[in-house]
């Protein structure tokens, strides 16, 4: 036994030895179960843009900051008191024409900002209950893949006042 562990120990190209190697990777699990204990998702600067009567829908824009070592996924997304029906868009370009389409998910890459922007991704807010009003805050919540349901504060801006 004692043999063998020290022909193992001569043939690990660092010089760390198995020993070594076990606690590298011990520390490194350690490390990681450390650094996870924050929330894996955090949501900043959630906003849209104030709404005309007459318009019936509006978009929520925001970042999404992964603390994540996995990916995950915005799978969809509710805003109970601002409208009925909520999706998630990207925007395409056909020829010269930028057009927006309903997505089945929005990708978050781990240890990254996915930002929705005007132009870009975004929750889109399908039959409005009422205009949108500058100032006015209202609760969107999304719902991950894997790391459950973020409750997010969305602020009112008055349009094109991007953040
Ligand atoms: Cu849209």
């Known amino acids: 036994m004692l043999t063998n562990a020290k022909g193992l120990r001569m043939k690990t190209p660092v010089g760390l030895g198995v020993i070594g190697i076990v606690t590298l990777i011990l520390t490194a699990l350690v490390a990681m179960i450390v650094l996870s204990k924050g929330p894996p998702l955090e949501a900043h600067d959630a906003y849209a843009f104030a709404t005309a009567p007459s318009q019936k829908n509006g978009a929520v824009f925001l970042q999404i900051q992964s603390h994540r070592f996995n990916h995950d996924r915005l799978l969809s997304a509710t805003a109970g008191n601002a409208a009925d029906r909520v999706e998630l868009h990207a925007h395409v ?6 057009s927006m389409r309903k997505v089945d998910a929005l990708d978050l890459p781990p240890g990254a900002v996915t930002t929705l922007s005007p132009g870009g991704d ?42």
Do not use: C, W, Y
């Open 93 to 98: 370009m056909s020829g010269n024409t930028m």
């Open 122 to 163: 975004h929750v889109m807010l399908m039959d409005l209950k009422a205009p949108l009003q500058e100032g006015q805050v209202f609760k969107v919540i999304l719902r991950t893949e894997r790391s459950g349901v973020l409750t997010v504060p969305v602020l009112v801006r008055a349009p094109g006042d991007v953040p």
